[in-house]
């Protein structure tokens, strides 16, 4: 392509993300609309809900169709895993209520673990071959394809965080990055997924950010990815540095999200645009 053709779409495409960041900026830095609360209120009515509720109806019919849900491709891979190599230990129907309890604090490691740690750090010391280094990565298909299947033995339980004062200060550190204004456009979590869920950025309503349904398959991804891919996409549009794999923020922040969501169902296999 000559240069002369190479410079405006280059122009094209610096604009129309110009434009993303103001419109983001613009979206949450305003004041909330009347009704919309900025935390839970304790003496109301739960007014918490999923990001299914704010999906189109052809997404939300998606999801609710087992045969039409794009994410059990990854399930059917997880329960062939399963079988194959946790059913050793393991009975699936043992799952039931597992996830809905991660992250839990585990005494070797000394930290809370994920869900999918958890099942990164089972495979490594009892499944893998003998000799094997690598460990499986946030969004290695195995691993989301197992979490994905544990997490299907819980749907529709109520996420219960335990009550382990071992979490509280990750609880804490998790919460205080939620209100962390970070970034190049100076935003926290809780301005948009809090001061401002319901309202509308570039056509899609923003969520109230609970994570009831990871991993996810999410349609702009074309494919599965666990929340820590969510949250690094959530950074990299405020213009931060995104957490590393398995890094602690993250682990401390969705020790957070899963205790903001205490009481909501779990939908996994859950689908998003």
Do not use: K
Request: proline content about 9%; some cysteine.
């Amino acid at each position: 392509m000559a240069p002369a053709q190479v410079a405006p779409r280059a122009r094209t495409l610096a604009l129309a993300a110009a434009a993303s960041a103001l419109l983001l900026v613009a979206a949450c830095h305003a004041p909330p609309p009347a009704g919309v609360p900025t935390r839970v209120p304790a003496d109301t009515a739960d007014p918490r809900r999923s990001g299914f509720a704010d999906m189109s109806p052809a997404t939300q019919a998606m999801q609710r169709d087992d045969a039409a849900n794009p994410a059990w491709l990854w399930v059917e891979q997880g329960r062939q895993l399963f079988e194959a190599g946790c059913a050793r230990c393991h009975a699936a129907g043992a799952m039931a209520g597992v996830a809905a309890r991660y992250p839990a604090w585990d005494e070797a490691a000394r930290r809370p673990l994920t869900l999918g740690q958890r099942i990164a750090d089972c495979h490594a010391r009892r499944v893998a071959p003998a000799g094997a280094t690598a460990r499986w990565a946030p969004e290695d298909e195995s691993r989301l394809a197992l979490e994905a299947f544990i997490a299907l033995q819980s749907r529709g339980r109520p996420i219960a965080p335990p009550a382990d004062a071992r979490l509280a200060s990750w609880r804490a550190r998790g919460e205080a990055l939620f209100r962390q204004r970070l970034g190049q456009l100076d935003l926290a979590c809780a301005h948009c997924h809090e001061r401002h869920a319901g309202r509308r950025l570039a056509g899609s309503v923003i969520p109230q950010g609970h994570p009831t349904g990871y991993p996810i398959y999410r349609l702009e991804w074309q494919g599965m990815g666990s929340l820590q891919r969510r949250l690094r996409g959530c950074l990299a549009g405020v213009r931060a540095e995104p957490f590393g794999p398995d890094d602690d923020d993250a682990t401390a922040l969705e020790v957070y999200l899963m205790s903001r969501a205490a009481g909501l169902p779990l939908e996994t296999p859950a689908v998003r645009p």
